[in-house]
């Protein structure tokens, strides 16, 4: 009821204020308020109170770790973790923190981010706009974290052009910052897929992630990497990474990120006409998305997990993706045209539609489109 009348809200009153100003400034405005709230107890306690459900149904224990539900944040709306503490009380089930890289990055040119709400989508030309490893690693050490935290990871985005040898390098050092930190983490992002980075580096021929992989190994890992993957590639490109990343130590593959197509079908052509730059989220994200979780089940279901991620706006949409092989799920844009309480709206839900198809748990559920 609360949770229905707040959305009903937000997107009558809060999102029409919103959508007045620049969107990087609403979104640095809401992390700063997010951070805040999230040192406030009584806050924290109110918020969970009403919108936190301990529901058994979507518990699951993936890759080691226990997942209290499915729902996450998708990298890239919390470049440099100040939303920690107060993302669980909203019902987040884990979150990702990046992407992160070696050194600091000031963020592309701007415009960085732009709405399209006729495609359902945003414009992002961020290129991995962070604080650098070393900041945010001293941040989040000595914090605890009530669900599930993971670093994603990526190469610092230079303007110079790299050797793939240096790539490595950076993306490793990294890995080592926080691997040797102590960090309470629980898991890592490999970012392979960002569009919008300088430079002309690509790990998307096997050879070239075959090289990094091979020296991820090499750091013997302490949690569980997950790779970001991207969704412009054709099915038999995404063949060929997956054939590579099942032969190293690699938990699973998100699919996916942004969508780089200016012409797919669901963005409106004059709303894409407005931005030069940059790549979109959102609804335009979801068919490729869908795809390619059913893909990667079909393929290597039984030694990868399936993490769906793109255009993710209802329970419809999130159950869609658990049926095609995703056994979590990641959202960003769905918060920005649904609201704040969309996950927490989403788990309250899930579990009628897991009735209603015959299953008590939500890891009965993965797949069962595919078989
Ligand atoms: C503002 C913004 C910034 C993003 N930055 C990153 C990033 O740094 N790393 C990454 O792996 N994905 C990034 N993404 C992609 C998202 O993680 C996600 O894959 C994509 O937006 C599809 O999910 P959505 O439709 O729920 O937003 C970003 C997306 C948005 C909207």
Redesign the pocket.
């Known amino acids: 009821m609360l949770i229905s009348f707040y959305s009903i809200f937000y997107k009558i009153v809060l999102k029409n204020i919103f959508f007045q100003f620049d969107p990087e400034l609403i ?1 640095d405005l809401i992390v700063k308020i997010g951070e805040t709230q999230g040192k406030i107890s009584f806050v924290k306690k109110i918020l969970k109170s009403r919108l936190s459900r301990d529901s058994s149904q979507l518990k699951q224990k993936i890759a080691g770790i226990e997942f209290r539900n499915p729902i996450g944040l ?4 919390d ?1 440099n973790g100040e939303l920690t503490q107060i993302l669980p009380a909203l019902d987040f089930g884990f979150q ?1 923190v ?2 992160i890289t070696n050194h600091p990055y000031e963020g592309n040119p701007k415009p960085r ?1 732009g709405r399209l709400p006729k495609s359902r ?2 414009m ?1 030309n ?1 290129g ?1 706009k ?1 604080k650098g490893a070393a900041w945010i690693a001293r941040k989040l050490a000595g914090q605890t974290f009530e669900i599930p935290l993971g670093i ?1 990871i ?1 190469k610092t985005n230079i303007k110079q052009r790299e050797t793939q040898k240096s790539a490595i390098e950076d993306i490793l050092s990294s890995f080592c910052t926080f691997e040797d930190s102590n960090i309470k983490s629980s898991y890592y ?1 490999l ?1 392979v ?2 569009p919008n980075l300088f430079g002309n580096i690509s790990f998307y021929p096997p050879k070239n992630l075959s090289e990094l992989l091979t020296e991820v190994d090499k750091l013997k890992l302490k949690k569980p990497v997950f790779i ?1 993957m991207p969704i412009n590639e054709t099915d038999k490109q995404i063949e060929d990474m997956l054939d590579i990343i099942v032969r190293h130590k690699i938990a699973g593959v ?1 699919f ?3 969508q780089k197509d200016r012409k797919d079908s669901s963005l409106d052509s004059s709303e894409v006409a407005k931005w030069k730059m940059g790549n979109f ?3 335009p ?2 068919k490729r ?1 869908n795809e390619l979780i059913s893909f990667a089940y079909k393929k290597y279901g039984n030694k990868l997990v399936i993490i769906g ?4 706006f209802n329970t419809g949409d999130a159950y869609q993706k658990i049926k095609l092989g995703a056994s979590l799920l ?7 045209y649904e609201g704040p309480l969309l996950v927490a709206k989403i788990n309250s839900e899930l579990p009628k539609l897991l009735k209603k198809d015959g299953f008590k748990y939500i890891s009965e559920a993965i797949g069962t489109d595919i078989l």
């Open positions: 979104h998708a990298a890239g709306f470049y990702t990046g992407t981010l989508s945003l992002v961020k991995f962070n994603s990526g992002e970012n897929s960002c970001k998100i996916g990120n942004l989220s959102g609804l994200t979801k998305s991620c793109g255009g993710i990641q959202l960003i844009t769905g918060l920005i």
